[in-house]
């Protein structure tokens, strides 16, 4: 038996679970629109972003599996999926990434308030997370909006700046499933 956490902090985190799902269909989206317009570097970048909040979802998962917490998959709406211009998609995700930032500093004040030490603990993985996300979409979006013209900069920033992409966090939580 480990040790459960807080009711206000596992139903926060079961509704962040519907939240991260959301991302990652939102993501997907993206990355289709992208796909369809032959733009193949911003089409991975978001195939990949989708797969990283699927696998937050996951983690997400296994602690409450982990700590005797229940589980409760919420539903989650459609996702956009027309945009106008190669821009209005990333200015979504950046506009995406802030309210996770937003829900997650909620979650580790929730486990604060609760004196939920273990859940606050867990949380910290994914503010740190946070903020390379928000980091990395910002300049993402500033390069998209330099470039709306000529998108092939675009392009080509991803692939210059994605180089380093596909190193595993060896601190981060582990994600259900994934020793299966």
Do not use: C
Request: aromatic share 8%; no cysteine.
């Amino acid at each position: 038996m480990g040790m459960s956490p807080s009711p206000a902090f596992a139903a926060k985190l079961n509704e962040q679970i519907g939240n991260e799902f959301s991302a990652h269909q939102q993501y997907v989206a993206i990355a289709a629109h992208y796909d369809a317009e032959v733009l193949p570097q911003l089409a991975g970048f978001f195939y990949r972003q989708a797969l990283e909040e699927r696998d937050h979802a996951m983690m997400m998962i296994q602690y409450l599996l982990d700590t005797d917490g229940d589980v409760t998959i919420p539903g989650i709406a459609a996702p956009q999926s027309k945009f106008s211009d190669v821009v209005e998609p990333i200015a979504l995700a950046l506009n995406q990434e802030r309210q996770v930032s937003e829900q997650i500093n909620a979650l580790a004040a929730t486990a604060r308030e609760n004196n939920d030490f273990t859940s606050e603990q867990f949380i910290q993985w994914f503010i740190r997370e946070q903020i390379e996300e928000v980091a990395t979409m910002s300049d993402l979006l500033r390069v998209a909006e330099r470039s709306r013209d000529d998108q092939l900069q675009i392009e080509q920033f991803i692939a210059r700046e994605e180089r380093a992409s596909g190193t595993t966090d060896p601190t981060a939580p582990q994600a259900a499933g994934a020793g299966a």
